[in-house]
């Protein structure tokens, strides 16, 4: 072994560092390997005093980590991106797909994309997927990161070189509880809807930054009354008679829409499009690119067929 390499640790230490780091606390990381807190900061010193530097501080309740520790983290990120890489390429030398696929998506892509990964998976039964769901700006953060192999998007950053692969639309749709009084009664200016009570998404919400976007061109403000990280919640705050709203409707498919109409309004749906996206740079798994040919070539027309159905 290299002076160097055992400097930076063992396997095992890197995937202790990169754990903490991801967690964010030594407890969250000890659970997450299934190791004990004294395993996981025993192995963190040794692999400080290997490197020579501390690897992060404490401030407060939270870890904030040293430059030194920054440079290790994405060293070890590479590393073991680049051992899973190796496995799953000499699957594919052995006649098999197998390995893991990660996937972060934004939250109303969650209505969706399970039902194109059960297809995918059925395809590909010795795959596992690594599936991660969060707001608009959290998928942003992890894809700052580049810790997964694709993202899903219905509005991608505009501020990062990105892979973009367009596959099934996103319409926006307005809704209202079944009997509300607009329900019924044709069709609706936008401003007759705005003056309704809205209930909106998050800041951060990928939905709300295509409405606020649309309104905006349009010259129309919203009534807002409330503000509700879920999709679901909203969905049932509606059909509660608290206000109107404007969701992807997607989030209406799959036996979604009980208790809710969609509202035919001027100006709406507010059409949007899903996108895998990917870091151009990112050397793509045997898995990822098989992902990406299964989408391309049969996944979105069944995924389409599914939603039309």
């Known amino acids: 072994m290299s002076r ?9 230490q890197l995937e202790i560092v990169l754990a903490v780091y991801q967690q964010g606390s030594i407890t969250a990381a000890s659970h997450a390997l299934h190791l004990t807190q004294p395993t ?39 590393v073991l991106a680049c051992i899973d ?4 390429t000499l699957a594919d030398l052995q006649g098999m797909k197998a390995g893991t696929l990660r996937l972060a998506v934004v939250t109303t892509a969650k209505y969706f994309i399970p039902h194109l990964l059960g297809d995918f998976l059925r395809h590909y039964p010795m795959i596992d997927v690594d599936f991660k769901v969060g707001n608009r700006q959290q998928i942003i953060d992890r894809l700052g990161a580049g810790e997964d192999d694709f993202y899903v998007f219905s509005h991608p950053p505009q501020d990062q070189e990105l892979a973009l692969h367009q596959f099934v ?12 009084p607009l329900a019924g009664a044709g069709e609706l200016d936008l401003a ?12 951060g919400s990928g939905t709300r930054h295509a409405i606020e976007r649309h309104l905006q061109q349009a010259g129309v403000t919203l009534n807002v009354r409330m503000t509700i990280e879920s999709n679901e919640a909203i969905k049932h705050s509606v059909m509660s008679g608290l206000g109107v709203s404007i969701l992807s409707q997607h ?18 749906p507010i059409n949007t499009q899903w996108f895998l996206a990917r870091l151009p740079g990112k050397q793509m798994s045997v898995v990822a690119r098989t992902f990406l040919e299964y989408v391309e070539q049969e996944g979105r027309g069944k995924l389409l067929g599914d939603m039309a159905g």
């Open 4 to 12: 160097i390499s055992a400097r930076i640790g063992t396997l095992r």
């Open 40 to 78: 996981v900061s025993m192995q963190l010193k040794k692999l400080a005093d290997g490197v020579g530097s501390p690897l992060y501080d404490t401030v407060g309740r939270s870890l904030v980590f040293t430059e030194a520790g920054l440079a290790v983290v994405e060293s070890a990120r590479e």
């Open 85 to 88: 890489r190796l496995g799953m």
């Open 169 to 180: 639309p996103n319409p926006l749709v307005a809704i209202a509880p079944l009997h509300h």
């Open 192 to 203: 007759e809807f705005a003056r309704q009570p809205f209930l909106r998404r998050e800041l």
């Open 251 to 268: 989030t209406l498919g799959f036996g979604g829409s009980s208790g809710l109409v969609t509202l035919p309004v001027s100006g709406l």
